[in-house]
């Protein structure tokens, strides 16, 4: 049921979109002067605006009433309450204080023989 209403709901959302880009805007009437005006005869005498318009105002209370059903069905199983009513106890991992005891000849690391140890220098200044 929801799968099918959210196709129902995008697919009225892109008809909508087309309907409103269909409509003559206010200034359209100025093209049936200049012999534009043969297309109000399918409609009528008052062309396909106030068809278009109704249309459209139905399209748009039907997606006005699928947002909310689908509104509705999202809100089903979602627990009631505060984020902060629950408290979280998260642990965070140590952390390593303590350095392991190298020392400074080659010996103590096994196979290291070929990395060379750098010795710290005192800065006499």
Partial sequence: MHTALLVFHT????SLIVMVLIQHGKGA?????FGAGA???VFGSQGAGSFLTRVTA???ALFFVT????????NQGVKQGSVTDSSINI???????DKPDIGSS????PGSSDVPVVLEEKNPQ
């Fill in 29 to 33: 009437e100025m093209g049936a002067s």
């Fill in 58 to 60: 139905i399209m748009a």
């Fill in 67 to 74: 947002s909310l059903t689908l509104a509705y069905f999202g």
């Fill in 91 to 97: 642990e965070m991992p140590s952390v390593i204080t």
């Fill in 11 to 14: 697919l009225l959302a892109i």
């Fill in 106 to 109: 080659s010996e103590s690391l």
């Fill in 39 to 41: 297309s109000q005869t």
